[in-house]
C-alpha cells in the first residue's frame, strides 16, 4: 500500500490530495539454494499448500561470485510470507535460504525501484474516495532521482505536538499544557477536561490533515496516553489517516552497544501519516528532518523506520538493494566465520587506528590535515568488501601488515554502496560553500551531515556482529590501509621539514616555523598523491593548546586540545566540557565564553593578556553562584543510567537521584538518561547529596561549593601552560 | 617439538594430581565441559599450557570473543621460550554469531587435519546461542546441528574442552542448552572459586549421562592473584601463569 501526495489535483482540505494506492502485483520472492534434488522434493507439497510462484532461476553466491541455480518462491499472499519462508525453513533444514528476511515495504521499494519523497506518475484504477477500500495501481513510473542533490520534496503538512516549557522527559516528572503547532498556528490545549481536549486534536487533525506528525516525547508519553484516554473515554482520535488499522507499539528494551548499555525508548507509528518523535530519533536530533529525508529517499526505507532506526541499518538497506539489483543472494543467517588464523597473526590484525600522542603545551602555526571520510574512501579506492578480501580466485596480497588478498576481479559489493554516498557528501559540501542562503546552507548542512553518519557507520558495521554483509577481516583491512597511511602521512610531513605534534587515525596536527597557509595547503596535495586517499586542510592555527590527562598532568591523551584558527575567530575545542552532555550548562557557558575571549589572541604573548580578562569571566560565574543569582536550569546535570537504580553498590550522586525518582514511582531502566543538581556533595545523608529536576521545589538549593569546584576545573585548560613561560615552537 | 617427559614447567607449578587431570582433559579424545565460573571462557587460557608445553598446535574456536594473544606472550617468557613458537602454535576463528559457530564446528575437523592437531578449545558454548535477538526455537535447531557434529569429534580422535560462562542472568534457553551439551559430553568439571583459589569439580548430575572417568581427581588450582585480573586485557596479568599450582582434593 502506497500513500502518495497529488501534486496534480487542487482538491481536499489542505488543497492537496492524499491518495491511498494498492499495488497488487508486487510478488515478492525468496530463494531456496542447495541440493536441486532436495529442493524439487520440496515443490509439489509447497504448491499444494501455499499460493505461490516457483521458477528455478540463475543468482550469484556472495562469497565466490558463483552462479548457480536456485528456486525462486514467489508468495502471491503477502500476509504468508513469513509463514512460507517458515514452512520451507522446518521441512528442509539443511537448505539454504535466500532473501527471506526483508522487510516487505523496503523490498517493493527494492524491487519497484521507488523510494520514500519520490516525484513519480501513477496510473489507477477503482474507488476514488478516501473512506472507501483502496485505489488499485495500475502502473508507477519514478520521474525522481534519489542521487540528486536538487530535488523538490513534497508539499509536506507537519503538525507539531509537545508539552508546554521545557522538553524535559514526562517520564521523570515534567508536566505541560499540550501545545498544537501547524506552521506559526499555536494552540495550547489545557488538559482539565480529556474529553475536550481529545475531541480538539480529534478536530485538528482532520481539519489541517497532517502528513507528518512531529512530537516531543510522542512515542513513549503523548501518543500512548492520548490513545488509552480515547479508549476510556470512548473517542475516536484519527491518528491514522487510514482507519483500517490501529497505530503500532513497540514497546522499550535496554540493550549493550560498543561497551555500554543503551535505552531504547518505545515507539508508536502511524498509517497513512508519519510519527517522528523529535525525543527518540536519532537521525531527527543530529541533522533535523532535511537529513532524515535525505536518508530515506537514499536507503528507501520508510520515514517513520529510518527516524527510529541506525544510520547502520540504512546502509545495510542501501546494500540489499545493490545486491537485489545484482542478482546476488542475500544469506538468511550470517554463517561465515572468521578464517583460522595464528595467534600471532591475530596479534597483528586485531587492531584499530594509529594514534601518535600529542606533545603537551601551548603550539603557534600549526596545520591540521584530515583524510575526508577516511576508511570509507578506503573501502571505495582499495575494493574492500566482505567478499573480496582474501577472495576464492586467490588474488594477491594487498592488504599491509597483515598481507590480506583483495579481489581483482570483481568490484566490491560495500564499495559500490559507499563510493557514490562519498561523492553526493562532497557535492553537498560544495553546493555549501557556494550557497549564500542561510535557508539553504542549512539545509545542505544537514544532507551532508547525515551522509556522514552514514558513511561512518559503514566502517563499524563491517565489524558488527549484526552486520548483514559485515566480516571481521574487512574490518581489520581496513584499519590496516588506515595506519599505513597515516604513517606515510607523517613521514613525508617530516621529510617536507614539518614538525608532527600530534595524530589521530586520520587526522594530523603539524608545525613547521613561518609556513603559510599555501604551504600546508601544499603539504596536503603531496599527502594526497602519497597516501592516494583524499585529504583536506581543515585549518591553519594561529595556536593550538594539546591538554593533559585530568589525572596526570605529565600523560598525554589524544583528542584533548583547543585551538583557535587563523583569519577567524573561529575556535574548535575537543574533549572539554562545552562539548560533552553531562555538564551542567553553567560550566559549558563559562567556557564557550572564555573560549571566544581567548580566539582573540594570536600567540603567546597575546594568549597572556587575555587570559586575565578569562580570569575575570570566571569570577563573574563565581560570584553569580556565591550569591545564589544561577538558576537551576544552569545547573542540572545529565548522566545515563548503567544499571537499575537499585543495583548501584555506592551512594553515588547518578544513584542517589535515581532512587530519589524510583521513590516516587517513575520506572527507570538502565541506559535512559537523568538529570539531576547536586545539593549537598558532602552530606552525611545520601539521599540530601543530588535531587533529580523533576524533584526541584522552591526550597531546594544547589551546593555552591561544588559548583565552585566545577566551575574551576573547567577553567583549569586556558591557563595551565601559562603559570610559567608557555612552551612555544 | 616437546615430549611430555622433557616439559619444562617449573617444579612449582604444578603439582601431581592436577597435573595429572590437566595432562588428561588436554591429551585423550572426548568432549570436557568445563563451566560454573562467570569467567570460565577466560580461564580457558589456562589449559592451553599443557598442549602447548608437549609441542602440540591447538585450535581455539573463541564463540566469547576472549582470546587474548598477550597471555600467550607471558607465558612463553616465564617458560623461557620464544613467544613466537606458542603463537605460531594456537589458531583462533572467532565466531560473533552462533550461526558462524555451528559452520565453524562443522569446518573444524578439516582445520585440524590442516593444522595436524587435535587439541580444540571453545570458549562461549553454549553463550552464543542463547541471544535474546533469535527466536528459541532456532537457537535450539542451531545448537542440535552444531553439537551433533561435536558429537563426532571424540570419534576422529579429536579433544575438545569447552568453556561456558556461568550466566549472568539464568534464562529457560540457557538452561536447554547447557544441560543438551552436558548430555553429549565425556566429562564435564565445574569451575569454582574457593577461598585458596579456583577448584575444578567434576559434576555427576542426575540429568547428565556422563561416563565415569578413571581418574577421580577433585582438584583446586590455586592462583595468588585475584581471579578478576584472569580478565583483564592487559600482558601484566599474564603473569598468573607462574603463581597457577594445583593441588588435589580428596
Known sequence: MLWVIDAGQPACPAGRRRRRLVDSSFVPSFYVGGALDRIAQLTPDLSARFSVRLDWVERQELWSGDWQTVLQVGVQRLEQFAQVVHWVHQRAPRLELFNCDISLPALYAYEKGVFPLARCSFEVEGPDRPEQPAERLRALAVEDDPWTTRYELPPLTVMEWRLEGDSRNPHHGHRGALEVRVEDRVETLAEEDPGELLATLARRLRQDDPDILLTDWGDSFLLPRLLKAAERARLPLPLNRDPAYAAHHKRARSYFSYGRIVFKDSSTTLFGRVHIDRKNSFVVGETDLEGLFELSRLTKLPLQYMARTSTGTGITSMQLDRALQQGILIPWQKREPEEFKSARQLLLSDRGGLVFKPILGFHENVGELDFASMFPSIMARFNVSPETINCRCGCPARVPEIGYGICQRRRGLVPQVVAPVIEKRARYKRLLGEAADPAARARYDDRQNALKWLLVTCFGYLGYKNARFGRIEAHEAINAFGREKLLVAKEVSERAGFRLLHAIVDSLWVQKRDATREDYEHLARMLEAATDLPIALEGVYKYIVFLPSRRNRSVPVPNRYFGAFAGSHKIKVRGLEVRRHDAPPLVARMQEEVLQLLAEAHDAGSYRGKLAEAVAVLARFEEQLREGRVAWEDLVIRKRLTQEPQKYQKNSLVAVAAQALEACGVKLRPGEVIEYVITAADSLVPAERARPVALLNGFSSYDREKYLELLRKAFEPFSLYFAQAPTTY | MLSPRSEPVPASAFTGPARRLLWTLTSRPGLVVVSGHPE???????????????????????????????????????????????????????????????????????????????????????????????????????????????????????????????????????????????????????????????????????????????????????????????????????????????????
Open chain 2, 40 to 250: 570460565s571462557s577466560r580461564l580457558s587460557h589456562y589449559f592451553l599450557a599443557a598442549p602447548l608445553l608437549r609441542g602440540e598446535a591447538v585450535l581455539f574456536l573463541d564463540a566469547a570473543n576472549c582470546f587474548n594473544p598477550y597471555r600467550l606472550v607471558a607465558f612463553a617468557n616465564q617458560c623461557r621460550r620464544p613467544p613466537r613458537e606458542f603463537l605460531e602454535r594456537v589458531r583462533v576463528s572467532r565466531a560473533f554469531t552462533c550461526f558462524q559457530l555451528a559452520e565453524l564446528v562443522e569446518r573444524t575437523p578439516a582445520a585440524a587435519r590442516r593444522f595436524r592437531t587435535r587439541r580444540i578449545v571453545l570458549t562461549g558454548v553454549p553463550d552464543i546461542f542463547d541471544d535474546e535477538e533469535l527466536a528459541p526455537t532456532e537457537a535450539k535447531n542451531v545448537f542440535r546441528r552444531a553439537l551433533e557434529q561435536l558429537r563426532r569429534w571424540p570419534q576422529q580422535k579429536l579433544t575438545a574442552l569447552v568453556f561456558s560462562d556461568a550466566p549472568s542472568r539464568p534464562s529457560p534457553l540457557g538452561e536447554w542448552l547447557r544441560r543438551a551439551l552436558a548430555q553429549s559430553a565425556t566429562a564435564v568439571y565445574r569451575l569454582e572459586e574457593t577461598p585458596t583459589g579456583l577448584c575444578l569439580v567434576e559434576k555427576q548430575p542426575s540429568w547428565a549421562t556422563l561416563r565415569k572417568s578413571d581418574h577421580k581427581l577433585l582438584a583446586s588450582a590455586s592462583c595468588h592473584s585475584e581471579p578478576r585480573t584472569f580478565g583483564a586485557k592487559n600482558p601484566a596479568a599474564a603473569g598468573c601463569f607462574t603463581s597457577f599450582s594445583m593441588t588435589s582434593k580428596r
